[in-house]
């Protein structure tokens, strides 16, 4: 990361307003993107093909005639809201089978946790590979894909917090007045783990979103056509020598878009984390 990626993290840990109006912006291009695009995603003009930037179209067409910045502005809301399914679905299973092994322990502990050491030891994007391939195309095939092998992130941390949290006085307290182990866990441990779980999918969107570009990019994502990034790098690979900004342009808004996503997330988890115990773990 260069000095000017690094000063601009520094920026928006330290000022909260630059922080929040960074990721205003951001929101309002996902959320707002389609009215923005000045042309229909899908609509194919094939005698403006491979046209340059003008004016009407100011990121030009690629080999179907379609304007590359209404497909950007589509992409976004498909990529982020795919990426914050596969999240939210991950931290659900993953925070049931966390708040399970690290508050019974014994042997639900190491069966669960062997499981997870299961899941984890495959290559991540290798297995979400093959789920892919087996489920098909599609936007819910993909997102389960993701889904499956993203959640033991969340497990280790929910068990490392509940862990923590049913040694305290107030979690005793509950158990010897007679309460529900289940109650227990839902109203005195899973509270605790929302911040942690908060903190760790703004690191992991970044994730879930390259390896949802690279399906795409491979063939087991979207459907061919969709406006989606990783799709639009894959439909312009073949014209990378003559004309390279079809790769260049959702390229590096894939690269952008990780980058500024990381450093909110480092943003947020340092503030945080400001009085509180460290759970996090970063990603390998």
């Given at each position: 990361m260069d000095r000017g990626t690094t000063r601009f993290g520094i920026v928006l840990r330290r000022h909260r307003s630059a922080m929040a109006i960074v990721a205003g912006g951001v929101l309002f291009l996902i959320l707002a993107?389609?009215?923005l695009a000045p042309h229909d995603p899908h609509q194919a003009d094939i005698l403006n093909r491979l046209a340059g930037p003008s004016l009407t179209r100011p990121l030009g067409t690629d080999a179907m005639g379609r304007c590359l910045l209404?497909?950007?502005?589509?992409?976004?809301?498909?990529?982020?809201?795919?990426?914050?399914?596969?999240?939210?679905?991950?931290?659900?299973?993953?925070?049931?089978?966390?708040?399970?092994?690290?508050?019974?322990?014994?042997?639900?502990?190491?069966?669960?946790?062997?499981?997870?050491?299961?899941?984890?030891?495959?290559?991540?994007l290798a297995l979400a590979m093959v789920i892919a391939g087996v489920l098909g195309l599609g936007l819910n095939a993909v997102v389960l894909a993701l889904a499956c092998v993203h959640w033991t992130d969340y497990a280790r941390l929910v068990r490392n917090v509940v862990m923590v949290e049913r040694s305290k006085a107030y979690v005793m307290a509950a158990e010897a007045l007679g309460v529900p182990?289940?109650?227990?866990?839902?109203?005195?441990?899973?509270?605790?783990?929302?911040?942690?779980?908060?903190?760790?999918?703004?690191?992991?969107?970044?994730?879930?979103?390259?390896?949802?570009?690279?399906?795409?990019?491979?063939g087991l994502g979207v459907e061919p056509g969709a406006a989606e990034w990783g799709r639009m790098v894959a439909e312009a690979r073949n014209h990378l020598r003559e004309y390279p900004r079809l790769v260049l342009v959702p390229g590096l808004t894939i690269m952008a878009f990780v980058i500024l996503i990381n450093l909110l997330g480092d943003a947020l988890g340092d503030r945080m984390r400001d009085g509180r115990a460290n759970y996090l773990t970063t990603r390998s």
């Open positions: 993107g389609p009215w209404s497909r950007l502005l589509h992409g976004a809301r498909l990529t982020t809201g795919a990426a914050l399914l596969v999240v939210i679905a991950a931290a659900g299973l993953g925070t049931l089978v966390g708040a399970l092994s690290g508050y019974f322990g014994g042997v639900c502990d190491r069966v669960l946790m062997r499981l997870t050491e299961g899941v984890s030891v495959i290559p991540a182990r289940m109650t227990i866990i839902r109203r005195h441990l899973l509270p605790n783990v929302v911040v942690p779980l908060l903190a760790m999918g703004s690191y992991s969107l970044s994730w879930v979103i390259l390896a949802f570009a690279g399906l795409s990019f491979l």
